[in-house]
């Protein structure tokens, strides 16, 4: 696998084997074809995908990103842990 300091990843936590795939093809669409390609790449990425490869170069930016659209959608985070909560409720004793 590359060497994350050698693409400019600053964190790799949520990379996914299939995202790294994702990062290798699009350094060499980069080395063959220019910024343009890239750019064309990413736009036809999956959204999931493109949010954790973006996260990896940009995770500030992209956690700020995040929470502005969520207070423009009037989301909290609060919010968000009550989804959580309801997608995976805790065990129940029997």
């Known amino acids: 696998m590359n ?4 693409l400019g990843i600053v964190d790799t936590s949520w990379l996914t084997d299939a995202d790294w795939a994702v990062i290798n093809r699009l350094r060499r669409i980069h080395e063959t074809e220019g910024q343009k390609a890239v750019r064309k790449a990413l736009r036809a990425l999956e959204p999931e ?19 502005d659209e969520m207070a423009e959608n009037g989301i909290t985070e609060q ?12 065990p129940t004793k029997q």
Do not use: G, N, Q, T
């Open 49 to 67: 995908s493109y949010l954790r490869v973006a996260a990896a170069f940009f995770p500030d930016k992209v956690r700020e990103a995040i929470k």
């Open 79 to 90: 919010d968000l842990r009550e989804m959580a909560k309801k997608l995976h409720p805790s």
């Open 3 to 6: 060497d994350p300091d050698d």
